[in-house]
């Protein structure tokens, strides 16, 4: 199939991705849209389909596959062209729990004949994502603040530096609502998954599925620092639902809380007092290897 590479202009000039363009193209159309600035994507996604390209590939890292689907999810649905990913960020966490590859000729070999399945994404407010959102902390950091703790807070990774930290940070008090439950919470960190791992390969929802229209949620509750170990035990035990890490699936999932909670939609940052997480089932016809581990079939 013809396929049209949006790819992430801070990578336009690499040699492995030329390379790897040029190759693709001795088996077929290969053409590419480098971004430059904000706004870039949605346009490209909205030129490549008034020019009846029926395949564009995210080329970049979770941030560009999250563009990527939110301009696609502007488009009604007979619209909307089938998307690929070719990773090129520094985790890729949503390609690597899909195990689409790393060797950039064989990602773009994939996006050329690899069959597109129907998969969800999830809406955020106004915003769409297809990874992880995940929030807390925010409102503590400071330029003081460690490197490893800003990498747990950024990307959410559950580290044991990270953890160590969290214990002297206010949490956000609030309430989340999802199917008939509403739970009053004291959250240090919340996540909202589609996917499986975020943070550079930190496995948040190793169960997830994404298309099998639900969204695993997973909350670190307040803790006193004298339950650090269960703490580590319960964020290593993914199907236990334990005192201070709690875990649910359902469609769908409230926030509510007095004060603005910072969240990062793979890799976007925003802040919200009330936020409504979605799945929108189907959303997206995504070209997956065979047999990858996060769809039912």
Not at 134 to 159: D, E, M, R
Not at 256 to 281: A, C, H, T, W, Y
């Amino acid at each position: 199939m013809d396929i049209r590479v949006i790819l992430n202009g801070k990578k336009a000039g690499l040699g492995p991705v030329r390379s790897a363009i040029f190759k693709a193209r001795e088996t077929g159309k290969v053409e590419v849209r480098a971004t430059w600035e904000g706004g870039d994507v949605d346009r490209l996604v909205k030129e490549a389909v008034r020019d009846g390209c029926q395949r564009v590939v995210a080329a970049g890292g979770d941030g560009t596959v999250k563009e990527v689907v939110d301009a696609i999810l502007q488009l009604s649905p007979d619209e909307r062209p089938e998307m690929a990913v070719m990773p090129l960020g520094t985790a890729n966490d949503f390609a690597t729990a899909c195990t689409i590859p790393t060797d950039l000729l064989l990602a773009l070999q994939l996006a050329q004949s690899g069959k597109a399945q129907t998969v969800d994404a999830v809406k955020a407010n106004e915003h769409h994502f297809m990874n992880v959102a995940s929030g807390g902390f925010g409102a503590q950091v400071t330029t003081n603040t460690p490197v490893a703790l800003k990498n747990f807070l950024g990307g959410g990774a559950y580290t044991l530096s990270g953890l160590v930290q969290a214990v002297y940070f206010s949490p956000y008090h609030g309430e989340i609502r999802f199917l008939d439950q509403s739970i009053s919470n004291a959250v240090i960190v919340g996540a909202v998954c589609n996917g499986r791992q975020a943070g550079g390969g930190q496995k948040l929802a190793p169960q997830a599925l994404i298309d099998d229209g639900l969204l695993d949620l997973v909350a670190l509750n307040k803790f006193p620092p004298e339950a650090l170990g269960q703490v580590i035990e319960e964020l290593l035990a993914p199907e236990v639902n334990g005192k201070f890490v709690k875990r649910f699936r359902a469609p769908w999932a409230e926030w509510e809380s007095d004060v603005e909670m910072p969240i990062n939609l793979d890799g976007e940052p925003i802040s919200s007092k009330n936020i409504r997480f979605e799945v929108v089932p189907g959303a997206i016809k995504l070209v997956l290897p065979e047999n990858c581990p996060m769809t039912t079939t």
